[in-house]
């Protein structure tokens, strides 16, 4: 994304900062390239997790993407971005009753149902309602997507049926009456900047949709893929090969696409069609040493950016920082860039080179367009939404505005002081958190690994209380590799990404902890006393 520094200065002048910025023709050559990539037998569905902007969504549309959507607010963004009924698709693992009566109301393509409760749930109200519902099974495949880094699938997680399962019951769930099952859904990670694994993923859920439809004797109509196609955010990454993709995937899909002409094949992308658009512009407000370190403190810090402050993510590494009105030719120098709230996390980037920066600079946080106000806590020092605005043609269109104080305080409900004394106060029960403890088969093993994938001299004393940075040496590659090596080696255990934290890795026993306390059939002891992080899908 490249925008002139008059089109940057007049943003701020207009909409001030925090504000997003979304390039329009950034935005349809990543669609198009998507688009290229595959051939004409599959479908698009934008997801609008990713950014649900409702003039983004309209432009989307507008190259001919389809859209799958989690909620209402996104089904009715969708809805008033123009987007037909028959090209929504509405997943996710927990659905309200009114998501679904609304989603039959108005006809969705297909309601991606993710559990045998939710099935039976949906089969109920279509009857009440006197109609059929199009269903697609959403299932967890026995199979992961290796380039992956956050795998929603081939693990356990609370996302769709355990492919064995929805294999053997498929008949159960066609029986079920008032539902017509169109087909299977299968997403299975994302940020995979591999052709291969993309091709992998999608042969795998191809050859699932093979061997449903022999066993059954099935005429079904819908495959959905996934996707999860990544974008370059750091250094020592390289860009999706899409011309290598579109090369391992034509055959792919035309192949299956002559054995079953009638089934509609969708490929599910956010990140990669959204992503790269978009910049977040903040201002440097002020600059400061402190303890050894250079800090340029701005206006939007994690409230607005979760993502590129890296939170929930045990390696913190960070997207690209630059000047947002251009060179300036300064030298290079280090910082932090922190924004606004109390929290020492709140650093858009850490040890930052950047041209030397002055109080009053922009910034652009670039590759920006996905998961960035969605996935951020906005309400954090109620500093509320950051303006979004598309830039097209050299214009700019307010695409959303900020959230004013007076809009974020008045949404609140403010209950009479009176009525809230008078209430009978209850007494808070006392918990007692019993002390955790790591089993010792967890330690001793973990040590063994620890040494393989450190290549520890037998001489290293490795203990419970061994510090894994200060005194094994444990880095952020290594992490990675140690990581992979546990989930390999220790049964039933993985990682889960929403709990991890730094803290797991301080010494063989926190880990060890946290090992017994993510393995299936974990110890009921073992599960106790996680530190709390917070959830981020990127
Ligand atoms: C079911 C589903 N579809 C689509 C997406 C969007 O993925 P991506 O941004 O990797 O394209 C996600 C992301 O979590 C998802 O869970």
Known sequence: MKLSKELVLQAKATF???????????????????????????DIFYALKVNPNLSLVKLIRSYGGNTEVCSLGELEIALKAGVAPQDIIFLGPYKKPEEHRRALEVGVYAIVVESET???????????????????????????????????GGRPTHFGIEEDTAVANFGQYLALPNLHIKGIHVYNGTKILDAQSVYDNASYILDLYRNLTLRYDLDLSMVDVGGGLGIKYYENEKELD?????????????SFHRQFPRTRIIVESGRFVAGKCGALLVTVDNIKHNHGKTFAVTDG?????????????????????????????????????????????DLLGRDVRIETLSEGDLLAVTASGAYGPTASPTLFHSHGHPAEVIVSHGR???ARARQTALEIRDSHADVALDDMLAAPAS?????????????GATQAQLIE????????????????????RDHLGLDSLTSMELLVSLEDEIEGFFVNPDTIAPGHFNTVTTLAQYIDANRQNAPETASQGQPEVQYEPV
């Open 16 to 42: 001030g900062t925090p504000t997003y910025l979304y390039d329009e023709a950034v935005l349809r050559s990543s669609f198009n390239e998507l688009r290229d990539a595959l051939p004409d037998c599959v």
């Open 118 to 152: 939710e099935l039976r749930a949906l089969s109920a109200l279509a009857g009440s309602l006197g109609c059929t519902a199009p269903v697609a099974i959403r299932i967890n495949p026995n199979f992961s997507a290796s380039g992956s880094p956050w795998k929603m």
């Open 242 to 254: 899409t011309r290598q993709l579109k090369q391992l995937l034509a055959p792919l899909f035309d």
């Open 301 to 345: 810090g994690t409230n607005c950016h979760g993502a590129a402050a890296g939170s929930g993510q045990v390696l913190k590494r960070n997207f690209r920082i630059v000047h947002a009105t251009g060179s300036n030719g300064a030298p290079l120098r280090e910082y932090h860039i922190s924004g606004p709230l109390c929290s020492p996390d």
């Open 396 to 398: 700019l269109f307010l």
């Open 427 to 439: 007494a808070p029960v006392a918990s007692s958190a019993p002390g955790v403890t790591a089993s």
């Open 449 to 468: 690994i620890l040494r393989v994938v450190l290549k520890l001299p037998a001489s290293t004393e490795v203990r419970a209380d061994s510090h894994l």
